[in-house]
C-alpha cells in the first residue's frame, strides 16, 4: 500500500506560479512510477505529467508542455510539479498518482492522493 498526500495548491493570479508536492510513504518510493492529473469541475480527470522510477523519463500532456515542470527527490519521497504561467484554465483539483508500471497518459494508475485544489484567476 502506497500513501500519497498532497500539497502546494491555493488561488494564483493568471501568469504566476506554483509548486505542488506530493509526500509518498507505505513502500519503496523509487519502486514507483509517479504522475500527475487534474480533474476541473464537470469534467473528467486528465493526465498532466508523469516521471519515472529515476526521474530519467518524463512526459506531458501538450497544453503543459513548456510551463509544468515534473521532478521527483527518491531521498525525501517526495515528487513535485512546478506550474508557471499559470491560465484560468488550468484551475482543478490536482492529483498525484503512484504505479509500478509505466502508465502512458491515462489514469490508470494503482494508488491515488486526495487532490489539492488550484485556482487561477483572471
Known amino acids: 500500500q502506497v500513501q500519497l498526500v498532497e500539497s502546494g495548491g491555493g488561488l494564483v493570479q493568471a501568469g504566476g506560479s506554483l509548486r505542488l508536492s506530493c509526500a509518498a510513504s507505505g513502500r519503496t518510493f523509487s519502486n514507483y512510477n509517479m504522475g500527475w492529473f487534474r480533474q476541473a469541475p464537470g469534467k473528467e480527470r486528465e493526465f498532466v505529467a508523469s516521471?519515472?522510477?529515476?526521474?530519467?523519463?518524463?512526459d506531458y500532456a501538450n497544453d503543459v508542455k513548456g510551463r509544468f515542470t515534473i521532478s521527483r527527490d527518491n531521498a525525501q519521497n517526495t515528487v513535485y510539479l512546478q506550474m508557471n504561467s499559470l491560465k484560468p484554465e488550468d484551475t482543478a483539483v490536482y492529483y498525484c498518482?503512484?504505479?509500478?508500471?509505466?502508465?502512458?497518459?491515462?489514469?490508470?494508475?494503482?494508488?491515488w492522493g486526495q487532490g489539492t485544489q488550484v485556482t487561477v484567476s483572471s
Open positions: 498518482a503512484a504505479d509500478p508500471r509505466w502508465v502512458v497518459k491515462t489514469t490508470n494508475y494503482e494508488y
Open positions: 516521471i519515472s522510477r529515476s526521474g530519467v523519463i518524463t
